[in-house]
Nanobody
Framework: QVQLVESGGELVQAGGSLRLSCAAS????????MAWFRQAPGKEREFVAA????????YYADSVKGRFSISRDNAKNTVYLQMNSLKPDDTAVYYC???????????????WGQGTQVTVSS
């Protein structure tokens, strides 16, 4: 069983930066792949970034590649999403997800946080 709590979302101007954090509880965190997804109003939840259990195997949605960076600290049971050069289109609720499997689909992940709101003003 894994419980996830996101933090770090806030209102930021276009071009700015934010770092989201996802704190996980559970003994086997280090063996779970982690991912970030986001959901804007009226849209489906979409993949943002994923990272393998060892910290390798990162990959990103094309829309954030080169601007966002996912990382994890297994000693702290935490995964991060560094977001730079933010755009108004990045406005969404950002969700952290975990699963022993690895991938970019919503259906891959069995554990989800409650989400944190990121709003980018133009």
């Amino acid at each position: 069983q894994v419980q996830l709590v996101e933090s770090g979302g806030e209102l930021v101007q276009a071009g700015g930066s934010l770092r989201l954090s996802c704190a996980a509880s559970g003994r086997n965190f280090r063996y779970y792949s982690m991912a970030w997804f986001r959901q804007a109003p009226g849209k489906e939840r979409e993949f943002v970034a994923a990272i393998g259990w060892s910290g390798g195997g990162t990959y990103y949605a094309d829309s954030v590649k080169g601007r966002f960076s996912i990382s994890r600290d297994n000693a702290k049971n935490t995964v991060y999403l560094q977001m730079n050069s933010l755009k108004p289109d990045d406005t969404a609720v950002y969700y952290c997800a975990a699963d022993p499997a690895y991938g970019g689909r919503v259906s891959t992940y069995g554990y989800w946080g409650q989400g944190t709101q990121v709003t980018v003003s133009s």
